[in-house]
């Protein structure tokens, strides 16, 4: 079904704020001894790529960009009630590595290896003008392992012109107890760059 112009202009509202490079810099430098310096990269992807719009995403210690512990490519649509960013795995990732501050490197990126990550698309919604508010799908679906066991990942983010606050968690699927995720609270980011101020309707297809 085709996008009404609203909310076109809406969804590339969402994009364009997505897209970015984030730094927990002043936290990790505030209690170095609970939070590590992290950056986040929200970068689009040519709609060609895909075929429709998309991101690709890379997360990973400020030490060592070269070894991102989080990748994924997104698609981006929307539903009746919220904004969804689905979620793929693919191939290959350590030749995507750095690809956040160098987009050259997602020409090798082999579209026909995605697969997606059932139950882990990420639904947002607009709380106040120009601030989102994600979560994972419901259903507990959103499989991850962590020492010999697998959890469900409950996601959360708060993103808008200059922040993105996120928490991740996992928990046993049977007892629901919490298995792994941080103790000291949400990791909290500031907008370094924006990466989508280049986006346009055309963009979304």
């Known amino acids: ?13 969402f994009a364009k704020t997505l897209a970015g490079h984030y730094s927990n810099y002043e936290q990790a430098r505030n209690n170095p001894k609970d939070f590590a310096h992290i950056n986040i990269f929200f970068r689009p992807l040519p709609f060609s790529l895909l ?5 690709y995403s890379e997360q990973s210690y400020n030490h060592d960009p070269w070894r991102p512990y989080r990748q994924g490519i997104h698609k981006l649509t929307s ?3 919220c904004f969804v960013v689905e979620n793929f795995g693919f191939s ?4 995507l590595a750095g690809a956040g501050s160098r987009p050259e490197l997602l020409n090798s990126l082999n ?3 995605l ?13 106040e003008p120009g601030r989102y508010q994600g979560e994972v799908e419901p259903g507990k679906n959103c499989m991850v392992p962590r020492d010999g066991k697998l959890t469900y990942l409950v996601s959360e983010v708060d993103v808008n012109a200059t922040t993105w606050i996120s928490r991740d968690r996992g928990f046993d699927p049977e007892s629901d107890a919490q298995c792994w995720g941080s103790e ?8 370094m760059a924006h990466l989508g101020n280049e986006l346009t309707l055309d963009w979304l297809g």
């Open 79 to 81: 539903s009746d009630d």
């Open 92 to 95: 290959d990732p350590i030749r």
């Open 111 to 113: 579209v026909e290896s």
């Open 51 to 55: 075929n429709a719009p998309g991101f």
């Open 184 to 191: 000291h609270g949400a990791l909290r980011f500031q907008r």
């Open 1 to 13: 079904m085709m996008l009404s112009q609203i909310d076109q202009n809406a969804l590339l509202a």
């Open 115 to 127: 697969k997606p990550r059932c139950g882990c698309a990420m639904h947002f919604r607009e709380i």
